[in-house]
């Protein structure tokens, strides 16, 4: 229990070590109230590397481009829907790396959950 109030960052879902040490240091500087605010704000925007793999079969198999849509790339969908996942080449490069997609993702949202948080007292 004493571990999960020290970091409660380790109850995220598919968490891994270096999103856990991106997490960290990124909340070094903040006081007790801001970093509850940026954990808030944060657990809510964030995707897991699970769900991103659920986006990206979804995306190969029905929707091309829907892995892209719920990551924000609005241009990188479009695209992909109009190709046909470019072929069907990017939508399974997506899938192969999905864990990098949702730590690219992940690392927008922090760094925007710090912005805020940083915002508040």
Same mark, same amino acid.
């Given at each position: 229990m004493d571990t999960f109030q020290n970091n409660p960052y380790m109850g995220l879902p598919g968490i891994? +070590? %270096? %999103?856990?040490a991106f997490l960290q240091q990124a909340t070094a500087e903040l006081t007790e109230n801001q970093q509850k605010y940026f954990y808030m704000n944060y657990t809510?925007?964030?995707?897991? +590397?699970?769900? =991103?793999?659920?986006?990206?079969?979804v995306g190969l198999c029905l929707v091309p481009g829907l892995q892209r849509f719920m990551t924000g790339q609005v241009g990188m969908g479009i695209l992909y829907l109009f190709t046909a996942g470019l072929c069907l080449v990017g939508s399974i490069?997506?899938?192969?790396?999905?864990?990098?997609?949702? =730590? %690219?993702?992940?690392?927008? =949202?922090?760094? %925007?959950?710090?912005?805020?948080?940083? =915002?508040?007292?």
């Open positions: 891994t +070590p %270096e %999103e856990l809510s925007k964030r995707k897991s +590397p699970q769900d =991103m793999l659920i986006f990206c079969i490069i997506d899938l192969v790396n999905h864990k990098d997609l949702a =730590m %690219e993702y992940n690392k927008k =949202m922090a760094f %925007e959950s710090h912005q805020l948080s940083k =915002m508040t007292n």
